[in-house]
């Protein structure tokens, strides 16, 4: 069974799309978390929810818009792509809010924008 | 800026040499999670460290968070190929309610 899970692996879109990075976690946790990972590797925070509720929203613009049906689920939609939104999105999970936490990460979205 | 830098950042060694990567920042932190990341995963958990001064060993790999909780260190002894991939040392900062990643150290052992 897949702790978190994200879809779709891959993401090839156009320029002005909208497009949207489904994660689900079956651990049980409160918390959820997106990443962005660019092609140097960095890894930064998106958002964060912790049972629902918004927690963090790094300074990320606003045609990247979380949401979160239930606690298991967090989906990123994203409009009018932009080439510099091309990078790997990881979705993340942990039973509490505290970030000493240990992050259960999914297998990342690879996402392309053209 | 970065809050969290690592080095080196690239490493390429051979089987059995040892090796150490370096964590540092001005911050103090809360607590420091080392993570590893094969291509195409995301990243696992290594090892969790909490007090200053404090040393964790993981089979091969041992971990230390500096005195003043500012910086740590992951010495790998007798490295082998498996050991290849990206390490990432995250702290959580204190008041920040987030992980802060250093950029990673991209290692690869030789057969």
């Known amino acids: 069974d897949t702790a978190v899970s994200q879809t779709p692996k891959y993401l090839v879109t156009q320029m002005g799309n909208d497009k949207s990075i489904k994660c689900e976690q079956n651990l049980g946790h409160d918390t959820m978390y997106w990443y962005k990972q660019d092609s140097k590797k960095f890894l930064k925070i998106m958002f964060s929810?912790?049972?629902?509720?918004?927690?963090i929203n790094e300074t990320v613009p606003n045609r990247f818009s979380p949401k979160s049906p239930d606690k298991a689920h967090l989906n990123l939609h994203i409009n009018s792509l932009e080439l510099g939104d091309s990078a790997v999105y990881f979705c993340a999970s942990s039973l509490g809010g505290g970030t000493g936490d240990e992050q259960f990460f999914g297998p990342g979205t690879r996402l392309t924008v053209l | 800026t970065q809050l969290l830098e690592q080095s080196p950042q690239f490493l390429s060694i051979q089987e059995g040499e040892n090796l150490t990567v370096y964590c540092n920042s001005s911050s103090v932190f809360s607590s420091l999670q080392w993570y590893r990341q094969e291509p195409g995963e995301g990243p696992v958990l290594l090892v969790t460290v909490v007090t200053g001064g404090e040393v964790k060993k993981l089979k091969r790999l041992t971990f230390q968070f500096g005195d003043a909780r500012k910086d740590s260190s992951l010495h790998i002894t007798a490295a082998q190929p498996g050991d290849t991939g990206l390490y990432l040392c995250a702290g959580d900062v204190q008041g920040a309610q987030k992980l802060v990643f250093g950029q990673g150290t991209r290692l690869t052992i030789n057969p």
């Open positions: 929810y912790n049972n629902k509720e918004l927690i």
